[in-house]
């Protein structure tokens, strides 16, 4: 039996990039969608019970730095999964904050209150100088401009000595304070820190669901397909980093007025990988990825204290077996489980 012809048709080319997203990159299409505000409201009330059920204040002031530690792993999360631009400098934005906010307070006898957004503007700012060129970089050229970005702020922060302290740290930072009631306990520092980090979760709730974080896990998913459909790829990538910068400068406020001390040797090159790891590890590109890095990341060190020497080489061994494990981290457990469930049903 003889076919008919197939009628002619125009040929139409379609380029399609079969290239693999880079590493730290996960495509936009398997990004699972963000919480609902109600699930993230009933994880922060949780959260707000420690001080009630915390043995001591040494668990309550871990609460506060877990609290910290998740207002920044949450901003290197949202430059490094959902941007896809990997920083080695976040903990040296970390420190500026720190640093602007504290010396406002001990050489111009400014109010924590006023530190706060000043540290936020500030960094921001910094990071936008250092953004206009580095972001011009990609991947490793990328991660090397903002390492030397962190190492140059940190001898900064040790030779500055009559403005940082120097090597003896900042002393003197004063606690916030709600007029004469001060907040210079761990106790009384934790609803701040609790409203604080909860509002930056929500924040970034409502960028991942807005116009721009649609843009933004374009852009990390395939640069030249979001040029292409009219979106401004340098100006994203620009805006996530000053972002993310900011938001390190908010930690960096909150830790030092916490603490009313700082130390140069706290926003180290090794700091920034660290931070690098914890993010992996608690799941790049995944909403609660912050939350679980942030609780490995405070609680970790403490667990292996009694270690002495061996504290850094069993946190690492750790660290490399969660990462080979659960390449997607410890947040995109419940997905890997549902495909090999799904996969072993099918079968």
Known sequence: MALAPAKSTPLTLVAVDTR?????????????????????LWVWLVLLIVPFVAPNAYFVSLANMMLINVILIASLNLLMGYGGQISLGHAGFYGLGAYVSGVLSVKLGLSAWAGLPAAALLTGLAALVIGI??????????????????????VMFNRLIDLTGGPNGLLGVKPFALGAFKL??????FPLLWLVSLLVMLAV????????????????????GADAVGIDSFRTKLFVFVLSAGMAGIAGSLYVHVNQYASPETFSVSNSILLVVMVAIGGSGFYWGPLLGALIFTAVPQLLLNYEDFELMLFGLAMIVVLIVLPSGLA?????????????RQS
């Not at 060129?133 to 940190?154: C, D, E, F, K, Q």
């Not at 210079?184 to 520092?189: A, C, F, G, L, P």
């Open 20 to 40: 693999s997203p880079p590493a730290g990159r996960r495509p936009a299409a398997s990004a699972p969608r963000p919480p609902s505000r109600w699930r993230l």
């Open 133 to 154: 060129p580095a972001l011009r970089l990609r991947g490793l050229y990328l991660s090397m401009a903002t390492l030397g970005w962190n190492a140059i702020l940190v």
């Open 184 to 189: 210079d306990t761990d106790v009384r520092q």
């Open 205 to 224: 709730l409502n960028l991942l669901s807005s116009r721009i974080g649609r843009a933004l896990r374009a852009v990390a998913t395939n640069e030249l």
């Open 332 to 344: 995109g457990l419940p997905a890997a489980l549902r495909l090999r469930l799904g996969g072993a």
